[in-house]
């Protein structure tokens, strides 16, 4: 595959920036409109009165925001780009893993081991022979930790990005200029998600990993980063 050149936040959108959309607009996510986000206290469960102001823990204005649908963070989008006449967008799947490895080829772009220092997961669990620690419950400032060969911060961990494409179970016919593969998509189709969260096992959190989820859903763990074509 070969992508093309494109532009990608150094952070994930924070819950400043999105408050900026919010007021702008006078937008209504989907959590808040009905439903609220799914978060953790002793268990995971969907709480109504929990959205991106309030995730179930402390945040400033510069941690990820969280509690958005991939429907809120493309509506983010639309309007940044028509308040900056610039055309922003969601990252696709492929460049999304090509910017979190930076040029390497290893399971997280600083090797094949992990630790609770380089990155915001549930550090109870370990990947590859890495050593237990400390487990946040909760997002870190989007600068938190070193960023990759790429200026890139926090490709692994703190928050799911949400990208451009819909769910496919493999890659047989997929794009190979790195474009979204969005063929077959409708309103209920899984869209997916890269990089994994605070409240992830530490396997989840490799370049290569893959979830995905419905573009209505919003969870404590789940936010997007921006991208811009040259």
Not at 58 to 64: I, K, R
Not at 67 to 79: E, G, I, L, P
Not at 88 to 103: S, V
Not at 191 to 211: E, H, I, K, Q, T
Request: proline share 2%; hydrophobic share 35%; charged share 25%.
């Amino acid at each position: 595959m070969t992508v093309k050149g494109f532009a990608a936040g150094r952070y994930a959108v924070t819950r400043g920036e999105f408050g900026a959309f919010v007021r702008a607009k006078d937008y209504k996510t989907e959590a808040e409109l009905g439903g609220g986000c799914f978060v953790y206290t002793d268990k995971w469960e969907q709480q109504a009165d929990k959205n991106w102001r309030n995730a179930g823990f402390s945040q400033g204005d510069d941690h990820p925001v969280v509690c958005v649908s991939w429907n809120d963070a493309k509506a983010y989008v639309q309007w940044l780009s028509e308040k900056s006449g610039k055309a922003y967008r969601l990252l696709t799947e492929a460049e999304r893993e090509y910017a979190a490895r930076g040029g390497t080829s290893t399971a997280f772009w600083w090797g094949d081991s992990i630790s609770v220092g380089q990155a915001n997961y549930d550090g109870n669990n370990t990947y590859n022979g890495s050593a237990r620690g400390e487990w946040r419950r909760a997002t870190v400032a989007v600068n938190t930790f070193m960023a990759n060969p790429f200026r890139l911060y926090n490709m692994h961990g703190n928050v799911w990005e949400w990208v451009e494409d819909c769910w496919h179970a493999n890659y047989s016919g997929a794009p190979d200029d790195g474009n979204a593969w969005t063929t077959n998509c409708g309103d209920t189709v899984r869209r997916v998600l890269r990089g994994g969260a605070w409240a992830s096992d530490p396997v989840f959190l490799r370049s290569a990993y893959r979830n995905l989820n419905t573009p209505d859903f919003r969870g404590s763990f789940n936010g997007f980063r921006i991208a811009r074509t040259f």
